[in-house]
């Protein structure tokens, strides 16, 4: 049986891992939104040229 400090424990402990976890996915996402801008830029660029 669990008590309720190693309940609070895991909990805090699973907390810490999901913030951890969208954090990161947040960057991440954030990079990719940022790549896709300058590759779109590049392209109508180079549409813009011929």
Same mark, same amino acid.
């Given at each position: 049986?669990?008590? *309720? $400090?190693?309940?609070?424990? %895991?909990? $805090? $402990?699973?907390?810490? %891992?999901? /913030? %951890?976890?969208? /954090? *990161?996915?947040? /960057?991440?996402?954030?990079?990719?939104?940022?790549?896709?801008?300058?590759? =779109? *830029?590049?392209?109508? &660029?180079? *549409? =813009? &040229?011929?």
């Amino acid at each position: 049986m669990l008590y *309720s $400090i190693e309940l609070q424990m %895991a909990g $805090i $402990i699973l907390f810490t %891992a999901m /913030i %951890a976890g969208g /954090i *990161s996915l947040w /960057i991440k996402r954030k990079k990719l939104e940022k790549e896709s801008v300058e590759k =779109e *830029s590049l392209k109508q &660029d180079m *549409s =813009e &040229d011929m």
